[in-house]
Structures are given as C-alpha cells and as structure tokens.
C-alpha cells in the first residue's frame, strides 16, 4: 500500500496512535459463531448465526 501514511513514517506514526485508542474497544470485539477453514468460504459466506456473533477464516 502506497498511501501517504503508510509513506510517511511520522504519518504512520500518527496513525497507529489514533487507532490504538479504540482497537481494544469492546464494540471492535467479535463474538465467534462457528471456524471455517479458508477453502470453506462458500459455508462461512451462508452461515447463519446467533444475533451477534460471526463465522471466522481460519487458517
């Protein structure tokens, strides 16, 4: 990725300060329903889970 933050390291610097402050945040959080491998795309992309939560790629 060539965009100016990433460019810039005072920038980036910047960047990963403002982000810091809300990574952790309990809204961010993903509540898991069920684990697809990758070549389970298409079963992860259907799944229906409980008000919430989510299907997650696993390697």
Known sequence: MESAAVSDP???A???KDIEGFVDDPL???????EYRLDQIDEAMAY????????VLVS
């Open 28 to 34: 961010f959080r993903t509540k898991i329903g069920k």
């Open 14 to 16: 910047a960047a990963i």
């Open 48 to 55: 229906e889970a409980a008000p919430g939560a989510r299907a």
């Open 10 to 12: 005072s920038k980036l």
